[in-house]
C-alpha cells in the first residue's frame, strides 16, 4: 500500500498548473528561490536603467546650465568692469571736461545697457523669475543713471542748466552798464 503522501502527489502532478509548476522548476523549493531571486534581479535591472536614465538626463542638464551659469558670470563681470570704467571716465570728465571723455562715458554707458538687455537671452536666467526681476531692477536703474550721467555732464559744461533761472534773472534784475 502507498503512502497518503503519495496519492496526494500524484493528483496534484495530474493537473494543468501542476505540471507548469513542475516544467518551470517551482515544485521544489531550489526552484521556487531561483525565480525568486530571477525576479529579484530583473527588479534590480530595471531600477538601475530607471536610475542610469535620470543620471544621464540630470547630468546634461547640470552641463547645460553650467555652461550658462559661466556665461551670465562672464556678462556680470564685464559689466562689472564697464560700470567701473564708466565711473572713472565720468570722474575725470567732472575734473577736466573734454568730448573724447564725454564720447567714451556714453559709450561704455551703451556697451552696459546692451550687456544687461543679452542676460535675459540665456536660458540659466530665464528659468528663474527672480533672476527675471532682478535683472528688470537692473536694467531700470542702469537706465536711470545713464540719464543722471548725461544730465551731470551737461550741468558740468553748461552751469545754467543747473540753475535754469539764472539767464531770466541776470537779464531782468542786474542793471545794464
Known amino acids: 500500500m502507498q503512502a497518503p503522501q503519495d496519492i496526494h502527489t500524484r493528483v496534484i502532478r495530474g493537473t494543468?498548473?501542476?505540471?507548469?509548476?513542475?516544467?518551470?522548476?517551482?515544485?521544489?523549493?531550489?526552484?521556487?528561490?531561483?525565480?525568486?531571486?530571477?525576479?529579484?534581479?530583473?527588479?534590480?535591472?530595471?531600477a538601475a536603467l530607471?536610475?542610469?536614465?535620470?543620471?544621464?538626463?540630470?547630468a546634461a542638464t547640470t552641463s547645460v546650465n553650467l555652461a550658462a551659469r559661466h556665461?551670465?558670470?562672464a556678462l556680470i563681470r564685464d559689466l562689472?568692469?564697464?560700470?567701473?570704467?564708466?565711473?572713472n571716465n565720468l570722474q575725470r570728465y567732472m575734473l577736466q571736461p573734454e568730448e573724447p571723455l564725454r564720447l567714451a562715458t556714453l559709450s561704455l554707458m551703451e556697451h552696459i545697457r546692451v550687456d544687461i538687455e543679452?542676460?535675459?537671452?540665456?536660458?540659466?536666467?530665464?528659468?528663474?523669475?527672480?533672476?527675471?526681476?532682478?535683472?528688470?531692477?537692473?536694467?531700470?536703474?542702469l537706465n536711470r543713471l545713464?540719464?543722471?550721467?548725461?544730465?551731470?555732464?551737461l550741468i558740468r559744461t553748461k552751469p545754467?542748466?543747473?540753475?535754469?533761472?539764472?539767464?531770466i534773472i541776470?537779464?531782468?534784475l542786474v542793471p545794464a552798464h
Open 16 to 46: 494543468k498548473s501542476a505540471r507548469l509548476a513542475a516544467r518551470l522548476g517551482l515544485n521544489s523549493i531550489r526552484g521556487r528561490n531561483l525565480h525568486i531571486s530571477g525576479l529579484f534581479s530583473a527588479g534590480l535591472l530595471i
Open 50 to 58: 530607471v536610475a542610469h536614465a535620470h543620471v544621464g538626463t540630470t
Open 71 to 73: 556665461g551670465v558670470n
Open 80 to 87: 562689472s568692469n564697464d560700470i567701473w570704467l564708466a565711473q
Open 118 to 141: 543679452n542676460i535675459p537671452r540665456k536660458k540659466w536666467d530665464s528659468q528663474t523669475p527672480a533672476a527675471l526681476d532682478n535683472i528688470r531692477t537692473l536694467s531700470t536703474a
Open 146 to 153: 545713464h540719464g543722471q550721467m548725461n544730465q551731470l555732464m
Open 160 to 167: 545754467n542748466q543747473l540753475y535754469p533761472a539764472i539767464p
Open 170 to 172: 541776470s537779464a531782468g
